[in-house]
């Protein structure tokens, strides 16, 4: 099964940027790397999520290793609302199958 | 609004009563799972579907049943609750399995059960 290794937690202080490593040592050459975050007492939420190159969106961008066995969230600058667990996901199973594994993510805190 | 809903959000029941906990999107999406989480063990899938009537296991499928008539409800049903199945559950969907890479989950509010 491919398997993500995350921090169990990390800290900011407002308005700095953060960086989230995610390690996936397994992953297979079509796996997509997909980010969530869980706010505290809400679903998870969609963050960003790529294959092979480097990602950006308004919420956050995704950098990738060349060699695909790891791979970093980057927070450009947190603030107070980006205090949440954050999963750093793969597909998992041959291809077309969706068996998902979360892990425990990373806490991030973020203080003024 | 585009949203996955849950019900009910809470729920106290007893051992071995039966019960379920519905599910619905309203995206047309073709994929649908279930998740529970628990303390230190972060989430972890119970049951997913590719499609309608097409349903297979996550890793924790014990003592669960899904079913998946229709595209836009996806019920998680505990045929004899027990203690060990008190948890926050979570339902999600997306428009398509990950193989397209187009596997952007939306999740429901979460339901949480506790079984006594």
């Known amino acids: 099964d491919a398997k993500t290794t995350q921090p169990n937690s990390m800290e900011s202080n407002e308005e700095e940027p953060v960086h989230l490593p995610c390690n996936h040592s397994t992953i297979s050459g079509t796996d997509y790397i997909h980010w969530y975050r869980q706010l505290p007492s809400q679903g998870p939420e969609y963050v960003i999520h790529g294959l092979t190159s480097n990602v950006n969106n308004r919420m956050a961008s995704l950098a990738i290793a060349e060699d695909r066995k790891s791979s970093t969230l980057i927070l450009h600058r947190a603030t107070l609302r980006d205090a949440a667990v954050y999963y750093c996901?793969?597909?998992?199973?041959?291809?077309?199958?969706?068996?998902?594994?979360f892990g425990t993510g990373t806490r991030l805190q973020v203080f003024p | 609004e585009a949203q996955v809903t849950q019900n009910p959000r809470y729920l106290i029941t007893v051992t071995g009563k039966k019960l379920t906990v519905t599910c619905s999107q309203n995206?047309?999406?073709?994929?649908m799972s279930w998740y529970r989480q628990d303390p230190g063990l972060g989430l972890r899938q119970i049951y997913y579907s590719m499609n309608v009537e097409v349903t297979d296991k996550g890793d924790v499928p014990e003592g669960y049943k899904v079913s998946r008539k229709e595209k836009r409800n996806f019920p998680l049903i505990l045929e004899s609750p027990s203690p060990n199945q008190t948890s926050l559950y979570f339902c999600?969907?997306?428009?398509?399995?990950?193989?397209?890479?187009?596997?952007?989950?939306?999740f429901g509010a979460g339901s949480r059960l506790t079984v006594l």
């Open positions: 995206m047309n999406h073709e994929y």
């Open positions: 996901i793969l597909r998992d199973g041959p291809y077309n199958t969706d068996k998902l594994i």
């Open positions: 999600a969907s997306s428009l398509r399995g990950s193989s397209s890479g187009a596997n952007v989950l939306t």
